[in-house]
């Protein structure tokens, strides 16, 4: 049976874990790095690496190769600077415009929750409209500018709190001598789940591909406050049902 070609752009905590997982399936996978010195980590897991930049410009060695994929999964958080929101655009205007090039027909867009005000209660796609944090409007604005490109389908993710390995939050909360708004709620999902929920995300449940955008809001493995997690041991646990599926083969 034939494997779709997979090209992973960001690998980095939660893309190179994806795409060992990929690769573990039997996959053909190619992901980036912006690090020279990263290469041969990409290499080792069997990936096909790429030394690849957006500033803001697509910048690498062989961009067409490595766009030369059916699948496209996009991992890069806005970066930290006092024009985030215009460069972040730049950036996807450049990646479309490679990607009008290429043979790329879907496209998985990890995006954040950072796109939702701090309500402090369950959010709706209606409530996505105006961000509070500058990453948010700018995450918002790429989802906007994907999900409006005819030549390939855009799913997007919107994950938040990612947690899993080496990141506990509780130990970053214990360290607190003081908690600001302490029974603010605080949702967490694990790395091990968004793998799983992206895997699945472009594939539909009857195993063909989806025609149509979509946005996905993912659903957290467990809610709690910033108060009882500075003051329990926490325990996480996935979602059994996500983690009972099998990866598609």
């Known amino acids: ?49 790429f030394l690849v930049q957006l500033d803001p410009e ?10 030369h994929s059916d699948i496209l999964i996009v991992n890069i958080p806005p970066e930290r600077r006092d024009d985030i929101v215009e ?5 996807f205007s450049s990646l479309i415009d490679a990607l009008g090039q290429s043979p790329v027909r879907s496209v998985l867009f990890v995006s954040s929750t950072s796109v939702y005000p701090s309500l402090n209660s369950e959010v709706t796609e209606e409530d996505a409209v105006d961000p509070e944090a500058l990453s948010g409007q700018a995450l918002l604005l790429v989802e906007e500018m ?4 005819s030549g390939f389908q855009t799913t ?4 938040g709190g990612l947690i899993g390995y080496d990141r506990n939050p509780e130990k970053y909360l214990s360290s607190m001598k003081e908690i600001v708004n302490p029974d603010q709620p605080m ?3 694990h790395r091990d789940d968004c793998i799983k929920i992206s895997w699945r995300s472009f594939v ?7 025609s149509t955008h979509a946005v996905r809001f993912i659903p957290c493995d467990g809610t709690t406050t910033r108060k009882l997690l500075k003051n329990t041991a926490c325990h996480y646990l996935p979602l059994r049902t996500l983690m009972s599926l099998p990866f598609i083969k």
């Open 204 to 210: 539909c449940s009857s195993g063909a591909r989806c």
């Open 156 to 159: 997007v993710l919107r994950f």
């Open 1 to 49: 049976m034939h494997k779709e070609t997979i090209t992973i752009l960001g690998c980095g905590w939660l893309g190179l874990p994806l795409a060992k997982a990929l690769v573990e399936a039997g996959y053909p996978v190619k992901g980036s790095t912006t690090n020279e010195e990263n290469l041969e980590t990409l290499r080792d897991a069997g990936l096909e690496p």
């Open 187 to 189: 949702n967490f999902i």
């Open 87 to 91: 460069y972040h655009i730049e950036q």
């Open 146 to 149: 994907l999900m409006q490109e």
């Open 58 to 67: 697509v910048n690498g060695e062989d961009i067409t190769d490595f766009l």
